[in-house]
């Protein structure tokens, strides 16, 4: 049973770096920790979780480690993102070839975890725009847990989600703000 779990963590799309460092469950700081405890505990109750904030302070780390969690430790299926790249893969896969878009999204909202990272980094075209719509849409009528990571804050991804998703955002979601300085450190 763990080695399935382990095969599916490794097969969750997570970036080697931010996987190798959930696994060595290298976190540090007593405000990650705790916000990271309060976004676990989101993604438990089915809720769009999203982090916030400034390049560096660990988002997609946390990120990292919450679905390591869960995939290892409650069996979850988890799979993580750029939403650029989520977006392109949609738009080739349905109109370049030829795959339905209802068993895409549905193949989507069946994902127990799903995380989208690098929200702001989308041309926001009317078309990604109603992708986005449809596929958070989808996630939150199944009842399963996604987590948006953003270099924005509250009142930017309210605008970047629109109003139909932001609504359901103040019914089933969380934003939670990573305001701590940068782990990155300044570079020499």
Request: charged share 30%; with cysteine.
């Amino acid at each position: 049973m763990l080695e399935h779990r382990l095969a599916r963590w490794s097969r969750s799309g997570f970036p080697l770096r931010h996987r190798q460092t959930a696994d060595r469950r290298d976190e540090t700081g007593d405000e990650w920790i705790k916000v990271r405890g309060v976004a676990v505990n989101a993604m438990r109750e089915s809720r769009i979780v999203a982090l916030v904030g400034p390049r560096g302070t660990g988002k997609t780390q946390m990120a990292a480690s919450i679905c390591r969690e869960l995939v290892i430790g409650d069996g979850w299926t988890s799979m993580y993102y750029r939403t650029a790249d989520l977006l392109g893969r949609f738009k080739q896969q349905v109109f370049g070839e030829g795959v339905d878009e209802f068993k895409f999204m549905d193949r989507l909202a069946r994902v127990r975890g799903l995380v989208l990272d690098e929200f702001q980094d989308r041309y926001e075209s009317e078309t990604e725009d109603t992708i986005i719509r449809r596929l958070l849409d989808h996630r939150y009528g199944a009842m399963v847990g996604t987590l948006i990571i953003a270099n924005l804050t509250a009142d930017e991804l309210g605008s970047a989600l629109g109003a139909s998703v932001w609504d359901r955002m103040r019914e089933a979601g969380i934003v939670i703000p990573c305001k701590w300085e940068s782990y990155r450190g300044v570079q020499k």
